[in-house]
């Protein structure tokens, strides 16, 4: 098992994993340009996880993962990502989480519950928009 940033060799195998998930409406092909991913022994697709990059603060657009991952593994592609996104200079990492299992997920990657009282979004309150039952979660990087 190895992880690898998505490229030219890769896109089109990623692109793929994400348009087996159900949930996805569209997927951004900048976005996924961003991610890193992990590659299982067979040489199939077994995580992706990407960002996009909003000022000093990036947003956690894709986190699909095979269940049978080992946290250990979910660790080690959240912290190759990790890397990249200090490199981009950002400062503040969120996720904005619909399933209640996956905030467990994150708060073992280091992430904290934020109050949705005080997230905004483009000057909007959270509890206003459709991601209102929304778990937001943040990590600092610097």
Do not use: W
Request: charged share 30%; aromatic share 12%; proline share 1%.
């Amino acid at each position: 098992m190895e992880i690898i940033d998505v490229n030219q060799e890769n896109y089109e195998k990623c692109l793929n994993f994400l348009k087996k998930v159900k949930s996805l409406e569209s997927i951004d092909s900048e976005v996924l340009r961003q991610a890193s991913v992990i590659i299982g022994d067979d040489n199939e697709i077994e995580g992706i996880l990407s960002y996009e990059k909003f000022a000093s603060f990036g947003l956690v657009r894709y986190f699909i993962y095979k269940k049978t991952l080992a946290d250990e593994v979910l660790f080690s592609l959240f912290n190759h990502l990790k890397e990249k996104i200090i490199k981009d200079q950002i400062k503040r990492l969120v996720a904005i989480i619909i399933r209640s299992d996956v905030v467990e997920v994150f708060k073992k990657l280091g992430f904290e519950e934020v109050n949705p009282d005080y997230f905004f979004i483009e000057e909007t309150n959270i509890l206003n928009t459709n991601f209102h039952d929304a778990y937001i979660l943040t990590i600092n990087l610097q």
